[in-house]
């Protein structure tokens, strides 16, 4: 494999009584567009495969050892048993298996439509054991929805089906509350863009809803489309919580992180807006009531798209944003600039940075136009520079037509609010007040 490009993981072996330097390594699996690895995990028994079948995740086990005449085959090949659990699961990480004689394994799923559910596999046994997930189907959603709660059972029958578990309620799953529908978006130059949505099913309303479109699309992270327990006050509300898988993040292997990083970073950009866009047009939220929210580079992902269709947002909430890289990346003694030099382009590079000043946030604030109202939040002890966020929001004041009814809000804090608890249960409440109070009033 030296030397070759590669866009996903792979997975390679070599006899560990080998006494050739170089060691040789050969493919354990044939490569292959459609089923990906995405994880590995061991036990004496069994090889764990975290793999991705186009967005959809899937577990699935191989009896170790594996066959010499199947080595270097496709997966299918290899009799993978499909291990069960519900539909819209967003990741899955394997747990701190270090026992390599045990034959159960520890997984953490996370859902859309389910809080995160730390669990047992028995690779003997073929039985899911809970160990952890909370519990929200408490008597005032009963209240609410007028419907009976899960049972708390935390054991799964075996006998599940490969596409569904047969007693989904065991999972402490939301889906009888909540729907969760994907959608693949086409952007400006026809790459399909894979859009995740969540709404009430009680509530839902063809082109009256309220929505909520997340965005990151950067350094080759997965967006994080997990249950949080903040958003079931919007979602109660009626409003559409939506996620928008652009280039430059993990979703689609390393060509799909390439195509939005550098001089190609514009494309992150374009395809936030072809999403937002498909969710007006498609009725699936109100014209006039859609909002943005974006954290760290994601905030620079949708401060970026304001800029280029401020009329298509009411209201944006940027949490942490990177606001000002034509400035920030000419300093390389901050701590983060060496390795945005590889996310956003290096500016001593004329292509570089004439990207960088293309969708740099700060540098493109439209003159005399309406922007949505918007609510900055950042903090003195963050990586990101405080005075970032101070001056973007000094310029799109100056520079934008005043609305009273749309305001562009700074908070600051002292304190680092990803450590405590508090704050973040008080920062949330703040940007949903704000949210509700722009959109929803």
Known sequence: MQGQPVDHHYLLRSPVTSSC????????????????????????????????????????SVSLPLSNDKVGGHLQEFNLQKLPFPDHVSQIFPGPNYDFNSSTMRFTITSPVM?????????????????????????????LYGSASSTSNSRIPNNLSENSAADESTWNDLSEY???????????????????????RHRKTNGEN???????????????KRWRNEMKSLLDRGWVIAYADVRGGGGGGRKWYHDGRRTKKLNSVKDYICCAKFLIERE??????????????????????????????????????FLDPTHTLLLPILPLTPDDYEEFGYPGDIEDFRSIRECSPYDNIRKDA?????????????????????????????????????????NLTTDIVEENRYLQSKEAAMETAFLIKMVDS
């Open 21 to 60: 330097i170089p060691r040789n390594w050969e493919n354990v699996f044939a490569n292959d567009q459609l089923l990906t690895i995405e994880d590995v995990d061991f036990c004496h028994s069994h090889l764990l495969l975290i793999v991705k079948d186009r967005q959809k995740y899937g577990l699935y």
């Open 210 to 224: 309220p929505g909520l479109l997340h965005g990151h699309g950067a350094y080759g992270e997965v967006l994080d």
């Open 370 to 410: 309406l922007y949505p109202a918007i609510l900055v939040t950042s903090s003195f002890n963050t990586r990101f520079g405080v005075w970032e966020a101070a001056k973007w929001v000094a310029r799109v004041r100056e520079y934008s037509i005043y609305d009273p009814s749309r305001p562009v809000i700074l």
């Open 115 to 143: 809080p995160d559910a730390v669990v047992d596999y028995d690779l003997l046994s073929g039985q899911w054991t809970i160990v952890q997930q909370q519990n929200l189907l408490y008597e005032r959603t009963r209240v």
């Open 178 to 200: 909540y729907a969760c529908d994907e959608y693949e978006v086409p952007s400006y130059d026809g790459a399909l863009i894979p859009l995740t949505i969540l709404y009430s």
């Open 284 to 321: 699936v939220v109100q014209e006039a009531k859609l909002a943005g929210c974006g954290y760290s580079a994601g905030g620079f992902l949708v401060a970026s798209a304001i800029n280029y269709c401020p009329d298509l947002f009411r209201a944006a909430v940027l949490k942490v944003p």
